[in-house]
């Protein structure tokens, strides 16, 4: 990434932030609880835990990765990733909270994020992007229903 695409991202999530921040509704418990969700989600991920779509995906969850030519629902989701920890694994990620919005049983969180996925053959790929997802509030508590989002090189 070069200078002035790094300037570009650090300008509009500054104006994300200050934008956004304006709009937040909903208690700071609810945006710790959200948050603590799509952290448990990438940190399930990082440990290898492929119970996580079960525990933390609503049963009419649909999400978009950019990688992907169309939304997927739970079980697609749950398929690929099993298919990619064939490939490799996620060895390191950080997480930089945009915005949380919380609207009654619904919240929308806005991130970016890294991550770096050491492939079988030992190589590291390092990416950056962004996330939308939408979690709506559940018995069992949060949980998602949907995301957008992915690399910022695709």
């Known amino acids: 990434m070069n200078n002035k695409e790094v300037l570009k991202l650090v300008l509009t999530s500054v104006l994300l932030l200050g934008f956004t921040s304006a709009f937040a509704q909903g208690s700071a418990e609810d945006h710790a609880d959200v948050w603590e969700v799509v952290e448990d989600e990438w940190n399930s991920d990082e440990k290898g835990d492929r119970k996580w779509p079960d525990r933390l995906l609503s049963d009419d969850f649909t999400g978009w990765g950019k990688d992907s030519p169309a939304p997927r629902d739970k079980e697609s989701t749950k398929m690929w990733d099993r298919f990619s920890e064939q490939t490799g694994k996620m060895v390191a990620h950080e997480l930089y909270p945009l915005s949380i919005v919380v609207n009654n049983d619904v919240a929308v969180a806005h991130y970016l994020y890294s991550s770096a996925f050491k492939s079988k053959d030992d ?32």
């Open 123 to 154: 190589d590291i790929e390092m990416s950056s992007g962004r996330y939308t997802d939408v979690l709506i509030r559940t018995e069992d508590g949060w949980k998602f229903l949907a995301w957008h989002g992915g690399d910022d090189d695709e």
